[in-house]
């Protein structure tokens, strides 16, 4: 019988998180009865045994504040967490085994972990060890393959959708190549929505390998019109057909590569076959910042209320998803390992064609 939960929130930092962990609570304490307790930056809370107490006093207020008040990390992976060593470097080490016994210190009878793919697949194999687990599914990037949609991806759509707005008056003023990098390792669903939305010319994916030349071709289409200036929205782990994705540093330890430089990579492409003029921004961690949308709070909240069901019924390795505009219970398994990408021959890419929007490629 529960009666003390714990929730973490993995990964990058997302609008909404606040709201699922003000659900969370809600639903828990004034449903049920139950403790809740905050672990805090992630399973590293649970490495290293950080928590506070969630009563409903300490979630006043958090529907539309940004960001997560338990913290977060995207690298503290306890199955092969980085510790520094008296020497100066770092080595991975398992500390799964630790997680378990802090947990059972904690007596907490189940956790709730809000992440991605990493996030989610970490607690799966907690699972498989015997842990109780669930999982509430977040991404900015909307790339988790068993949910429809994840909260924060709007709210970045709508960042994204303004800013492209913003370059387009400057664009058309000045009669240049405007081009806004925006988020997506692997995915290229902010850039997709935001370009189309924002009504950009191009738009460029990590889905569909771009040709700078008909990137430039687009362009010079649109001057031969009267059109003396084009928007792109590149996504940053796009990359040109003949080359590869672009890094600026990897982690050591864990990896992970950085991305950076397809932006500037593309204006030189530009500007070099052209002479055009070229000005590019890049959208970073503002897309991750600042209040959720209405869309973003209200998914939020339904995933916390339906994720504290799935704790009731004790079906660990779950976790819960949005499809059909309901929100339902699949296995931890169906949301990991494998992204969730646009389909270059999808509705969305094919409406998008219809209007007139470049890929950078021939088709």
Not at 61 to 79: A, E, H, V, W
Not at 187 to 210: K, M, N, R
Request: hydrophobic content about 40%; glycine content about 12%.
């Amino acid at each position: 019988m529960i009666k003390r939960i714990g929730i973490l929130t993995g990964g990058g930092d997302c609008p909404g998180l606040n709201a699922v962990v003000r659900g969370v609570v809600h639903a828990s304490i004034l449903k049920h009865g139950w403790e809740v307790v905050g672990i805090l930056d992630g399973f590293e809370g649970l490495v290293h045994n950080r928590t506070i107490p969630l009563p409903l006093s300490r979630i006043r207020g958090l529907l539309p504040k940004g960001g997560t008040i338990l913290g977060t990390t995207n690298r503290g992976n306890p199955f092969n967490f980085p510790v520094l060593l008296p020497d100066g470097t770092k080595e991975a080490r398992d500390y799964s085994q630790r997680v378990i016994q802090n947990m059972e210190r904690m007596e907490l009878d189940a956790v709730v972990a809000v992440g991605g793919d990493g996030t989610l697949g970490i607690a799966h194999k907690f699972c498989a060890m015997g842990a109780r687990f669930i999982g509430i599914p977040k991404t900015i990037d909307n790339d988790i393959s068993a949910t429809e949609f994840t909260f924060g991806f709007m709210t970045a759509v709508d960042v994204a959708t303004d800013a492209v707005d913003r370059l387009h008056t400057t664009a058309e003023s000045h009669h240049r190549v405007m081009l806004l990098e925006v988020m997506g390792r692997d995915c290229g669903w902010i850039a997709l929505y935001s370009g189309v939305a924002g009504g950009a010319d191009v738009i460029l994916i990590p889905e569909i390998p771009f040709d700078p030349d008909a990137v430039v071709g687009k362009i010079k289409n649109r001057e031969e019109a009267g059109n003396l200036f084009s928007v792109i929205v590149v996504a940053e782990g796009a990359f040109p057909a003949e080359g590869n994705q672009s890094y600026v540093s990897v982690d050591p330890v864990t990896g992970q590569k950085r991305l950076g430089g397809i932006s500037q990579f593309l204006a030189e492409q530009i500007q070099k076959k052209s002479n055009l003029e070229v000005r590019t921004t890049i959208l970073g961690h503002i897309q991750r910042g600042g209040s959720p949308s209405a869309f973003d709070r209200t998914l939020a909240t339904r995933f916390a209320v339906r994720a504290v069901d799935l704790l009731a019924e004790e079906k660990w390795d779950h976790m819960v998803a949005y499809r059909g505009g309901s929100i339902v219970f699949v296995p931890l398994e169906e949301g990991i390992g494998k992204l969730k990408r646009v389909d270059p021959d999808g509705e969305m890419v094919r409406m998008a064609r219809n209007l007139g929007i470049s890929f950078g490629s021939g088709s």
